[in-house]
């Protein structure tokens, strides 16, 4: 305790002697004094600076991305920090190496903030810009109690030293020293007499970076109202009527005058030639992508469709040969080319398509914000040159629509430039995709080509060899056709037993006639679930396809088992309603019930088949009790006489019918047609 009661007194006898002798020195000496401390607190404060922007980035941002913490935006709270620590880095070693040339260090420093300030106000402008929503996102955190710790640990294990409690201790650094820079820059000025050769370049350097500070202010305040309107809002209909009122009306009625009057040529646009050729090329790069956007998806639907046939999924009957090789090449085509492909093509191609999409809406906003703008502004300057004064609203207004403009002129070449290219890279991915694509199909048409008998043969003996085939193929089918028509016996009938005749008259119950079909030769079946049926059958038609989505095989009922056959083989059998009670109706051999395979010549006379079809009657389903003089009763299994099966609209839901001599309207849903049973039998050919 002694010793430090007597070290206390010799502190202070210290710095009352440091006193005496700083008093003692001369005016000038003092100045010179002044002047050295103030370039030393420039370069020590500077050296502290990037200390904390390395703490910054390398420690703090580095120990947070090891957390990997999803609801931690990294780059919103550090933003362009890098770039700061990167240029920091180089002036601080200009200002070090100043300290070697004292007779020249304060010109050295001068023309060392002329060199940097470009590179200061770039980096400094957009780090200024964000600086607001870092701090939101600080203060967000605050109220998560497991990242507000997760942070605090951060701190305390990577800079304790400073005692800071969250990150807003070390954002701020940057924007404290860039509007630093021209407070000492001016204090080394007020210590520098006006006659030394560094003065005017002092002046220069303080002039430079006042410009620089101005400089990310306007940066800012264009930055904060571009924000207000890039934004795009989905506003219902309700929304935008509730956002109505007199003043906005007013406001949109003058803009939409103003937009007439220039169309019409009554008053003159304000020109802007630079801003117009960007707006140009950036509407150009925003159709350009919507249009590649509609092509891709065009591409790719057409692509789909020329797989659609997939003749891998049919039964070809043919074990061998160039028909199965051409199936394995479409199966492999279908099942792993096409998927690689369409894969590929979302991964390089449209999603970064998407996303340069999405880039766009925030430009396209504030393109047609700055035409409202525009149309307000010509509107306040023309009523300023009459009044030769505006409101406060009107000069607000004026800066907007100018804070805008100039943002634009600045943002959009450097923004139409990445578009662009980006555009570019996106269609060479394409055009590489569209080449491997065709590369790797020609590849396996190659393997599959050389197995085949005629692979190696030269293209004109291949052709000449298929006209060959063709030829002798069509010469073996007309004479099969000749002789067919000669040994085919013409059909003669066969009257159906009484029980085939109730199995049809079952399935027509059960089905409807429209369901009938008949098998026009001898089916056997070879597979599970195949039925084996004789010619002149009956079966209804249960499902036009199998369980593999083969349209060439049918299920169908055949009167007690049910299976599949061959489509080809069956043909419709149509039976003749009939509206009265047990009559029935001969009808001819109609062209769907001809034989197939009938290669008569039109002179030759075509024997007609007489076969009679099952007699229908149609009767009440249900009850209906009359409603109006238009209508007619019914009671439940009624006879009736459908005279129209509409009504006078021509609506289907109601039928005109006679019931006992009565006429009237019902509902068409409670008529039903059912079969008649009569002693005379169906016949069919055989």
């Given amino acids: 305790m002694a010793s430090a009661r007597r070290a206390e007194p010799d502190a202070e006898d210290a710095a009352e002697t440091e006193e005496a002798i700083y008093e003692e020195v001369m005016p000038c000496d003092r100045m010179e004094l002044s002047q050295r401390l103030a370039v030393e607190e420039l370069i020590t404060t500077e050296a502290s600076y990037v ?3 390395q703490l910054c980035v390398s420690d703090i941002r580095a120990h ?26 180089r002036f601080l070693k200009g ?31 957009i780090y200024c810009a964000s600086y607001e929503h870092a701090l939101l996102l600080v203060e967000s955190y605050r109220k998560d109690p497991r990242l507000q710790e997760e942070i605090l640990e951060t701190l ?9 409690s969250d990150l807003s201790f070390f954002l701020v650094m940057p924007v404290q020293r860039v509007t630093k820079y021209p407070l000492l820059l001016a204090k080394i000025l007020e210590n520098t007499p006006t006659s030394a050769s560094a003065y005017p370049a002092l002046q220069a350097a303080v002039r430079a970076m006042a410009q620089v500070n101005a400089n990310i202010n306007e940066y800012k305040r ?36 103003r937009l007439f009057m220039h169309e019409a040529g009554i008053v003159a646009k304000t020109e802007d030639r630079e801003y117009d050729d960007l707006e140009e090329k950036f509407q150009c790069v925003v159709s350009s992508v919507a249009v590649l956007k509609e092509n891709v998806a065009s591409y790719l639907g057409h692509l789909e469709a020329f797989l659609v046939p997939t003749p891998h999924k049919h039964e070809l ?39 340069l999409s999405d880039m766009l809406v925030g430009p396209q906003q504030l393109v047609k914000k700055r035409l409202d703008k525009l149309l307000d502004y010509e509107e306040i300057q023309e009523r300023k040159s009459e009044m030769g004064s505006v409101t406060y609203d009107e000069e607000a207004a004026t800066n907007t629509y100018l804070a805008i403009n100039a943002l634009l002129v600045a943002e959009l070449p450097r923004f139409n430039q990445v578009a662009v290219q980006l555009l570019g890279q996106i269609v060479c991915s394409l055009s590489a995709l569209q080449r491997d694509l065709a590369a790797q199909v020609l590849h396996q048409a190659e393997k599959e080509l050389e197995q085949m008998p005629h692979g190696r043969m030269p293209l004109p003996s291949f052709w000449k060899m298929v006209e060959d085939t063709l030829q002798q193929s069509g010469a073996q089918l007309r ?68 369980t593999k989505g083969n349209t060439s095989r049918w299920l169908v009922d055949a009167g007690g088992p049910r299976g599949f056959v061959p489509a080809g083989k069956l043909q419709p059998y149509c039976p003749v309603q009939s509206q009265q009670p047990g009559m029935q109706m001969p009808a001819l051999e109609s062209s769907t019930e001809r034989r197939r395979h009938s290669y008569a010549s039109p002179e030759a006379p075509r024997p007609q088949v007489v076969t009679f079809t099952p007699a229908f009657q149609v009767v009440a ?8 003089p238009q209508e007619v009763s019914l009671q439940a299994g009624q006879p009736v006489v459908v005279l129209e099966p509409h009504d006078k609209k021509g609506s289907k839901e109601w039928s005109l019918v006679d019931v006992n001599g009565q006429r009237g309207y019902v509902p068409s849903s409670y008529l039903v047609s059912v079969p008649v049973q009569e002693s005379m039998g169906w016949s069919l050919p055989v």
């Fill in 51 to 53: 200390h904390n922007i």
């Fill in 317 to 355: 009957q043919i074990d061998e040969g160039p028909a199965q090789q051409y199936r394995h090449f479409a199966e492999y085509f279908h099942h792993t080319v096409f998927p690689e492909f369409k894969q590929r093509l979302d991964r390089l191609v449209c999603q970064p398509l998407c996303s």
């Fill in 621 to 628: 389903g249900f009850s209906f009790a009359a409603r109006s």
């Fill in 64 to 89: 947070l991305q090891k957390k990997q913490l999803p609801d931690l935006d990294l780059e919103g709270l550090f933003s362009n920090t890098d770039d700061i620590l990167h240029v920091s880095r």
């Fill in 479 to 546: 004479t099969f056709c000749q002789t067919f028509q000669t040994v085919t016996p013409s059909p003669v009938t066969q009257t159906l037993n009484p029980a085939e005749e109730q199995k049809v008259l079952s399935l027509v119950s059960k089905h409807g006639p429209d369901k009938l079909y008949q098998v026009t030769s001898n089916i056997s079946g070879s597979k599970d679930l195949d039925l084996t049926l004789q010619r002149g059958q009956i079966v209804a038609l249960l499902q036009s396809v199998d």
């Fill in 222 to 257: 264009r930055r904060e109202a571009a924000t207000k309107y890039n934004k795009a809002e989905h506003l219902t209909l309700r929304d935008r009527f509730a956002r109505l009122n007199t003043h906005s009306i007013a406001k949109k009625t003058t803009r939409l005058s």
């Fill in 156 to 164: 305390n294990a990577t800079v304790p030293h400073t005692g800071a």
């Fill in 95 to 125: 200002l070090e190496a100043t300290a070697t040339q004292w007779h020249e260090q304060l010109l050295c420093i001068s023309a060392l903030f002329q060199e940097f300030k470009e590179e200061m106000e770039t980096v400094y402008k």
